[in-house]
């Protein structure tokens, strides 16, 4: 089954919390704290896989949870780290936001992105020692690990992409010039996944070529197969427009391609706007009664700027001729686009609702995100600087709620990772 876009959710691993350890061993008295620090959680990594072209492994697992790290242990030991999750998917899968749509990263090249960093580890108790301190009762928690629910897309990577209606032979022409085996059939889409195939015309010379399925009037409103697949267009660099110039399907060759570039324009101007050479599919069964539609098509081609190629896939007449023609255009082309990242991850809000305020032991121990934001711009060497942080913690609020929790001067008070002596 031939899935191209999946939904999931993936989530890092917890950092490990720091341990409140304190050293033991025979004769030696005090020994002071030796609790470690915690592990780092398991980051989420997605990795190209060439032997997956779907995404159909994603069908039916949809959350993904990388280990936590383990907590700090006495002696100074530190945690093991959690393990990276590694997520495998198909050369050419995009990593969505679900909520906005834009690009995180293409997964083009050989390169693993980390898509979900894990939390830090939290610090022992060790850290927390000072001459004023000797004995912490406290260390800090481990960070908690991302979560982000984001889509996966999947959108080959061809150098050529053959398009046009159903049963014009796009399937035939792959199958004469690559080992591809596409089936193929007299009836309407018979072609009901992309097929990818190499196309060699030298020792070092190659393409890619992405078999579409085929489109029709109103694909890219959702109509027929054609919507489903055009996204696998996006990145062809040049497009192979074959076309039934013999009318056995009962249609018009010209009115064929207006009706398919219409649809091409109707998914994005960017696709519109791709090169195309011009096909005459099917020219063994020209006769009397249709030579006229071959006449008109290359008359079309000529009045709009496109390369015209006569073509019989199935006889092979011309298949050659085409493939160096197609050659040459690719040397004149950009590589195979490349999606930039859009997505900018927004910070939440700090404000001084995430204070937390704990009593540990003799400690009143305040932190929180908004207090390591305002310790972390505060020198308490410069009394400027002190002056400025205790009027930041006078206005949100902190004094009040340590009195409320019952703090008396002279006890002993952590903000961040300073303490101090609480004075009235």
Same mark, same amino acid.
């Given at each position: 089954?031939?899935?191209?876009?999946?939904?999931?959710?993936? !989530?890092?691993?917890?950092?490990?919390?720091?341990?409140?350890?304190?050293?033991?061993?025979?004769?030696?008295?005090?020994?002071?704290?030796?609790?470690?620090?915690?592990?780092?959680?398991?980051?989420?990594?997605?990795?190209?896989?060439?032997?997956?072209?779907?995404?159909?492994?994603?069908?039916?697992?949809?959350?993904?949870?990388?280990?936590?790290?383990?907590?700090?242990?006495?002696?100074?030991?530190?945690?093991?780290?959690?393990?990276?999750?590694?997520?495998?998917?198909?050369?050419?899968?995009?990593?969505?936001?679900?909520? %906005?749509?834009? !690009?995180?990263?293409?997964?083009?090249?050989?390169?693993?992105?980390?898509?979900?960093?894990?939390?830090?580890?939290?610090? /022992?108790?060790?850290?927390?020692?000072?001459?004023?301190?000797?004995?912490?009762?406290?260390?800090?928690?481990?960070?908690?690990?991302?979560?982000?629910?984001?889509?996966?897309?999947?959108?080959?990577?061809?150098?050529? /992409?053959?398009?046009?209606?159903?049963?014009?032979?796009?399937? %035939?022409? &792959?199958? !004469?010039?690559?080992?591809?085996?596409?089936?193929?059939?007299?009836?309407?889409? %018979?072609? &009901?996944?992309?097929?990818?195939?190499?196309?060699?015309? /030298?020792?070092?010379?190659?393409?890619?070529?992405?078999?579409?399925?085929?489109?029709?009037?109103?694909?890219?409103?959702?109509?027929?197969?054609?919507?489903?697949?055009?996204?696998?267009?996006?990145?062809?660099?040049?497009?192979?427009?074959?076309?039934?110039?013999?009318?056995?399907?009962?249609?018009?060759?010209?009115?064929?391609? *207006?009706?398919?570039?219409?649809?091409?324009?109707?998914?994005?101007?960017? &696709?519109?706007?791709?090169?195309?050479?011009?096909?005459?599919?099917?020219?063994?069964? &020209?006769? *009397?009664?249709?030579?006229?539609?071959?006449?008109?098509?290359?008359?079309?081609?000529?009045?709009?700027?496109?390369?015209?190629?006569?073509?019989?896939?199935?006889?092979?007449? /011309?298949?050659?001729?085409?493939?160096?023609?197609?050659?040459?255009?690719?040397?004149?082309?950009?590589?195979?686009?490349?999606?930039?990242?859009?997505?900018?991850?927004?910070?939440?809000?700090?404000?001084?609702?995430?204070? %937390?305020?704990?009593?540990?032991?003799?400690?009143?121990?305040?932190?929180?995100?908004?207090?390591?934001?305002?310790?972390?711009?505060?020198?308490?060497?410069?009394?400027?600087?002190?002056?400025?942080?205790?009027?930041?913690?006078?206005?949100?609020?902190?004094?009040?709620?340590?009195?409320?929790?019952?703090?008396?001067?002279?006890?002993?008070?952590?903000?961040?990772?300073? *303490?101090?002596?609480? !004075?009235?």
């Amino acid at each position: 089954m031939f899935i191209d876009v999946a939904k999931i959710k993936i !989530v890092s691993g917890k950092g490990g919390d720091g341990k409140v350890g304190f050293h033991r061993e025979k004769y030696v008295a005090a020994g002071g704290p030796d609790g470690g620090d915690g592990g780092r959680g398991g980051s989420v990594v997605f990795k190209v896989d060439d032997n997956l072209s779907t995404l159909l492994d994603f069908r039916y697992k949809k959350k993904y949870v990388a280990a936590a790290g383990e907590n700090g242990m006495s002696k100074r030991m530190k945690g093991k780290d959690g393990a990276d999750l590694v997520i495998r998917v198909p050369r050419g899968t995009i990593i969505r936001d679900q909520k %906005t749509g834009q !690009v995180i990263h293409d997964m083009s090249d050989n390169e693993p992105f980390v898509a979900a960093k894990g939390g830090n580890g939290g610090w /022992g108790n060790t850290h927390f020692a000072t001459p004023t301190r000797q004995a912490p009762r406290f260390a800090k928690p481990g960070q908690a690990g991302v979560e982000r629910d984001i889509i996966l897309e999947l959108k080959l990577l061809a150098d050529v /992409g053959l398009v046009g209606f159903p049963n014009v032979g796009k399937s %035939t022409l &792959l199958s !004469v010039v690559s080992a591809a085996r596409p089936k193929i059939a007299n009836y309407h889409f %018979t072609t &009901l996944i992309p097929n990818l195939g190499v196309v060699r015309i /030298g020792e070092e010379q190659s393409f890619v070529m992405a078999d579409i399925p085929g489109i029709i009037e109103g694909a890219s409103e959702g109509a027929g197969l054609g919507h489903d697949f055009l996204r696998h267009v996006d990145r062809c660099r040049l497009l192979l427009h074959l076309v039934d110039v013999s009318g056995s399907e009962g249609r018009d060759p010209v009115q064929d391609v *207006e009706t398919i570039n219409a649809e091409l324009a109707g998914y994005s101007d960017f &696709l519109a706007a791709r090169p195309q050479i011009l096909v005459a599919n099917k020219t063994d069964l &020209l006769n *009397e009664d249709n030579q006229e539609n071959l006449e008109r098509l290359r008359a079309y081609a000529k009045e709009k700027g496109f390369d015209f190629v006569e073509l019989s896939a199935a006889t092979h007449g /011309g298949v050659q001729q085409l493939m160096l023609k197609t050659w040459d255009e690719l040397q004149q082309l950009p590589p195979v686009f490349v999606y930039e990242p859009e997505y900018v991850e927004v910070q939440p809000d700090v404000t001084e609702r995430d204070i %937390t305020i704990e009593k540990v032991e003799d400690y009143y121990v305040v932190g929180g995100a908004w207090i390591e934001k305002i310790m972390g711009s505060v020198n308490t060497d410069d009394y400027e600087s002190r002056q400025y942080m205790d009027r930041m913690l006078k206005k949100a609020g902190v004094y009040d709620r340590l009195e409320q929790m019952g703090v008396e001067e002279g006890d002993f008070v952590v903000i961040g990772d300073i *303490e101090f002596e609480y !004075v009235h």
